[in-house]
């Protein structure tokens, strides 16, 4: 059984498009993430909800819009693609946004790529 | 200055060898700390917590100095199966309450036969 799974696994589009990525766990857990891995191989967090209710919003540009329609999935959707956006996203997952001890598990990414 | 600060590596050693990696952080209110350990082209998995205690998982130690600011991760008896990239982690509070994971860049290893 895959905890965290996301979709697609790839992703190459042209610049100016529109796309969305999935992202939906089944480890009862109560808080969801993304990560930006950008070339150089740097985890940046981009958002995180915690039953479904925003926590964390990190100076990431509006033209990324999170939605968490349930505790279980959190969506990401891209407008207007730029070149910088290619990355690989990671969705991620942890038991509670309280207990400060708890790990990551990650999705296995979405390799996005703007042509 | 980043938050959580790695030596990218790469490191190159022999099989059998020991290693270790040390991971800096400037929150001093930094809540709890991680090693995760990423292959080539693949996701971040947790290696191990890291506790105020130190602690041993067989052929890894992971020690942690709050007085310093920073983590260690000592691989002994090297396998050509560690290679890959070792993130350090800390977790922090964020401004609304939630804690938050803070990543290092990862610092590379190659372990050769």
């Known amino acids: 059984d895959t905890a965290v799974s996301q979709t697609p696994k790839y992703l190459v589009t042209q610049m100016g498009n529109d796309k969305s990525i999935k992202c939906e766990q089944n480890l009862g857990h109560d808080t969801m993430y993304w990560y930006k891995q950008d070339s150089k191989k740097f985890l940046k967090i981009m958002f995180s909800?915690?039953?479904?209710?925003?926590?964390i919003n990190e100076t990431v540009p509006n033209r990324f819009s999170p939605k968490s329609p349930d505790k279980a999935h959190l969506n990401l959707h891209i407008n207007s693609l730029e070149l910088g956006d290619s990355a690989v996203y990671f969705c991620?997952?942890?038991?509670?946004?309280?207990?400060?001890?708890?790990?990551?598990?990650f999705g296995d990414g979405t390799r996005l790529s703007i042509l | 200055r980043k938050e959580v600060e790695q030596d990218p590596g790469p490191f190159n050693v022999p099989e059998g060898a020991t290693v270790a990696f040390n991971c800096t952080y400037s929150n001093s209110a930094s809540q709890s700390f991680f090693w995760y350990r990423q292959d080539c082209r693949k996701e971040p998995k947790l290696l191990m917590s890291?506790?105020?205690s130190g602690n041993e998982d067989g052929r890894f130690t992971a020690q942690l100095n709050r007085a310093s600011q920073y983590i260690s991760l000592l691989i002994r008896d090297s396998k050509l199966s560690d290679s890959a990239t070792y993130l350090c982690?800390?977790?922090?509070?964020?401004?609304?309450?939630?804690?938050?994971?803070?990543f290092g860049a990862g610092t590379r290893l190659f372990v050769k036969a």
């Open positions: 982690a800390v977790n922090i509070i964020g401004n609304t309450g939630g804690f938050k994971t803070i």
């Open positions: 909800y915690n039953n479904k209710e925003l926590i």
């Open positions: 991620a997952s942890s038991q509670s946004k309280i207990v400060g001890n708890q790990p990551q598990h």
């Open positions: 890291v506790y105020s």
